[in-house]
């Protein structure tokens, strides 16, 4: 069977993990979200790739869900002693190798996906790794500060002010230009079954929507999503200021919606919510209840399984 | 009283730490060799530079002589595991932010030195520290191997083969088009005495003066010179290679007479050698026999008084 999973950081690595272990025979694409990435001191950094592949790599960090096991950050410490005003950014010791084998890698003129594809030969995901787009898109944030609003990169809003100053749009800069990469829209044609893991619905999942291409392509797929809401909250991360900023409700019901019915031009065929928001109805959407938090390694493999259960179902398998 | 040091790195950094205790209320300034500067991941390393900086400023391994106190190479190990061919380079984790700020201020604009200025605020080196110019210079070496010649930047060859190839010629490219840095040039002309440290004789101090005007400027000031060959070896460091590879003998007196005396279209006024080489003889130039092994600060210390003493003597003070 060939999967492609649009994904993010944290949420969808880990979802991948459990797919790659529900479905250890299929062959699995995962298109990412670039639209976090960031130029930082002349370095290329992807939150979401490093994220993605460290973690299907065996590299991640288990605790913090984002860098490298085994990390230190003297670097930043550094940064901050030089008074760096970007040290907020968490930038570690080991992490900084892969962003400067990128930034040589980009340098010597290789596009992101093969300079991607490069470092997977290292950490060997299991999964075929390709950035939406190799084109530069970057999600800026226009906030609402004490004196006025300003525009920030999706970063310094995320990582410096942690969500907190509120959001009045958010855009992804360069995404209506940009190209899906090599491999992307092939992928998506080849695919047997399209799954949304419990990605942020807006930057992460929404910003790789956006390359003009990827939705139409997705639109002729069998597509089932899990609902990174539970309960009303983001399961993790600050998911429910991004849908506040785009006007969408914090449930589970509400980002179905949003996503709506593959048969009605929207995106889903099926939609898993977790059993304490069981009852959710979306229009011309398979909706299923199974729990969906990741607590650890087998909870994960299952709530795959329920995704691929439901792709099997709609298609009578 | 006004010094002007030309410098490279170890050998020179430990020098001025002596003088500054020597001289403290010298306005001291540094014009330090850019050859051996090197671009790596995107990243501009200035060996040299960093080495006199981390050294002045109190933040050098004392006991390697290069690169940051407290250092981890987590960053190079990740490097090796990526298998990236130029991971021999030393590159240490708090090192690193030095790189990262530099590239940061070159991408804005700044040349290096100002990025060195802004560097030096952090780090107090209680001397200007000057790039010798602003221009890239690269001094690449021309080497003999198994399967003939070629040629490769200073850095492979120091360090990743520690100059054990032999070397057919040594080439500061791009010195010959360079123009001194903003107030070296300036420097020199206030200066009341310059000082030559035991730096290397070749690709420190002789890549320093091959930048056009700053030998010309140094003809018109009292020049002492300190020998870094002791007893026919080098102090530390290989600079025995370099000395062979452009046909002069690695002894205390052909260095001194390299240099060769200012009233006969040289550089040298005084020449310190070490007391082991006591009887060396260079035509024009007054060599006095001092104790030159930099054992600790004291010896250190004495040794630029020992400098400092000649040139007085010389000028009749």
């Known amino acids: 069977m060939r999967i ?13 993990r459990g797919l790659r272990a529900a479905a250890p025979d299929a062959e699995l694409t995962v298109v990412v979200n670039t639209g976090d990435d960031i130029t930082m001191y002349g370095l290329r950094i992807c939150p979401d790739l490093d994220t993605v592949m460290y973690t ?22 550094e940064l901050q002693a030089y008074d760096v005003p970007t040290a907020w950014f968490g930038l570690g010791d080991r992490d900084l190798a892969t962003h400067l084998v990128r930034r040589q890698m980009m340098d ?10 490069a470092l997977c030969a290292r950490w060997q995901p299991g999964a075929r790794l390709l950035p939406m787009t190799d084109d530069r898109v970057e999600t800026h944030v226009r906030v609402r500060t004490a004196t006025g609003e300003r525009v920030v990169h999706f970063q310094e809003w995320w990582v410096r ?5 509120p959001a009045t749009a958010i855009v992804a800069v360069g995404a209506q230009d940009a190209t899906p990469a090599p491999g992307v829209l092939e992928a998506v044609a080849a695919a047997d079954l399209v799954l949304l893991p419990p990605s942020n619905p807006v930057v992460s999942i929404g910003t790789v929507l956006q390359v003009p291409g990827i939705a139409d392509a997705l639109a002729a797929k069998p597509v089932v999503g899990l609902s990174p809401i539970v309960g009303g909250a983001p399961v993790r991360g600050m998911a429910d ?3 506040t900023a785009i006007g969408v409700e914090t449930s589970a019901e509400a ?5 709506g019915a593959r048969s009605d031009g929207g995106l889903l065929d099926g939609w898993l919510v977790d059993t304490a928001d069981a009852g959710v109805a979306v229009p011309g959407v398979e909706v299923r209840a199974v729990p969906l938090l990741m607590r650890d ?15 099997a179902d709609l298609s009578g398998g």
């Open 4 to 16: 492609v999973c649009l994904a993010g950081g944290i949420g969808g690595a880990r979802f991948l």
């Open 255 to 259: 980002v179905g919606r949003h996503y």
């Open 297 to 311: 390694a087998e909870t994960t493999t299952q709530m795959a399984r329920d995704a691929l259960r439901l792709a």
């Open 241 to 243: 200021a991004c849908l």
């Open 108 to 117: 010597a003129g290789y596009p992101l996906s093969q300079v991607t594809e």
């Open 161 to 165: 002010h942690r969500a907190a100053l």
């Open 56 to 77: 299907l790599g065996g590299g991640i960090d288990e605790v913090r869900g984002w860098g490298r096991q085994d990390e230190t950050f003297h670097a930043r410490e």
